[in-house]
């Protein structure tokens, strides 16, 4: 079991930033593959970026190359989301997510791959 707890989330401008942190308890963390998924009011739940536990192989969503960065700090228990440029449609309340592997270079692209998650923090971008 791990426990996932989401912070920095908050109002920032169009063009601005913001670092989301997730802060893990529980069992040995490096075993996860972790991601950042958002949900729009009345949308999905979208994955916008995901990290092998080793930290190796990354994945972003097109809608946020360029823009979004994960990373992970094992030793620290924790992983991060640099938002850069952001824009009103980046509004979403963000959540992280961790899932079981064996494997050092696994990125899970698929919400049921993920058997954790945190509650959420909001991310408000006005124009």
């Known amino acids: 079991q791990v426990q996932l707890i989401e912070s920095g989330g908050g109002l920032v401008q169009a063009g601005g930033s913001l670092r989301l942190s997730c802060a893990a308890s529980g069992r040995t963390f490096g075993r996860y593959a972790m991601g950042w998924f958002r949900q729009a009011p009345g949308k999905e739940r979208d994955l916008v970026v995901a990290i092998s536990w080793n930290g190796g192989r990354t994945y972003s969503a097109d809608s946020v190359k360029g823009r979004f960065t994960i990373s992970r700090d094992n030793a620290k228990r924790t992983i991060y989301l640099q938002m850069n440029s952001l824009k009103p449609d980046d509004t979403a309340v963000y959540y992280c997510?961790?899932?079981?592997?064996?494997?050092?270079?696994?990125?899970?692209?698929?919400?049921?791959?993920?058997?954790?998650w945190g509650q959420g923090t909001q991310v408000t971008v006005s124009s």
């Open positions: 997510a961790a899932g079981d592997t064996n494997y050092s270079h696994t990125v899970y692209l698929r919400a049921p791959e993920y058997a954790y």
